[in-house]
């Protein structure tokens, strides 16, 4: 049997699971870490047979399409069962939804949260059933056992250095615009920090615009347009996603500006839409997510959980994996493209 000892008030979170089904509200957690921990012990507990639960977001979603496959990889490659629930983006669904997975046995819980704040009681419930919870994406709060996320802050770098290595040499400063994801968004901040550390280090680029793209294809128009407007020698546009970075391309096109009279335009996705407008020579390059693979590496996380082995994090004391980004440009599109069929 696998086991492994955590902390965690038993009796707190049995009742949690029957308040919780009753009415599906929040637990009040710690203000400072999201915790409901009290600091009794508890043992993970493999079940026979072993079945794992994924809670996901939204299945209309490609991305999330590709999560839930590589979570199915993950547990057929391991013997297991794997239970995939559609939460259709629904708070209260995925809550009720989640502890319908618990009473059905599972061993492991993943759950790709609609809300981060709606986890607390879901992990407590699942702790009183002895099982560990790990969080794909999105965000996190409570006593979570496992965090896998893109390694956003490198991403920003990649697209950084890329711009850095084919302008760098040439006369500056070239004029950069930035734009970021929705106000409060931590995946978006770090990729926003990681390339604008980056280009700050090099005296041949200047940062002379940061707006918000409100994540979609209209906001990045939007942003992309005010910057060109107010800098019509602008030669850099980063965007924190490619929706945002779609939209940028479609307002290039309006300022007469393109990537083939040397204008850089990078996104943060891979998603089919940038890969497109790379092909077509409309966009540089866009840092590139893994769902597939971060799908089977929460598995791995919750099975080396139950084997009481350590999971591998990255950042230990936020127990967080971050998992590898690529970047994708006209060069090596056709190779990322074959890797990523070979995953259906």
Known sequence: ????????????????????????????????????????????EAKDPLKIGYSVYDLQNPYWQSYSAGVKAGAEAAGIEAIVVDQKSDQNAQVSGSLDLINQGISGLIVTPVQPSALPSTIDAAHAAKIPVVIADIGTAGDYDGYILSNNYNGGELAAQHVIAELGDKPGPHKV?????????????????????????????????SLDGNDTVDGGFAA???????????????????????????????????VADGFFLIGFDGSDGAQDLIEQGLMSATVAQDPFGQGKRAVETVLALLDGEDPGYDDAAAKTVFFPVELVTGENLADFQAARASQK
């Open 1 to 44: 049997m696998r086991t492994l000892t955590r902390v965690i008030g038993l009796s707190a979170a049995a009742a949690l699971l029957l308040s919780a089904c009753a009415s599906g509200a929040d637990e009040t957690t710690d203000a400072a870490t999201g915790s409901t921990d009290t600091g009794a012990e508890v043992q993970f």
């Open 224 to 258: 992309a347009q005010d910057m060109l407007s107010a800098n019509p020698d602008l030669a850099v546009i980063y965007a924190a996603n490619d929706d945002s970075a779609i939209g940028a391309q479609r307002a290039m096109e309006t300022a007469g500006k393109s």
């Open 177 to 209: 615009g930035v734009i970021e994801l929705h106000a409060g968004s931590v995946v978006g901040e770090e990729r926003v920090a990681g390339f604008v550390d980056t280009i700050k280090a090099n005296d041949a680029f200047e940062i002379v615009s």
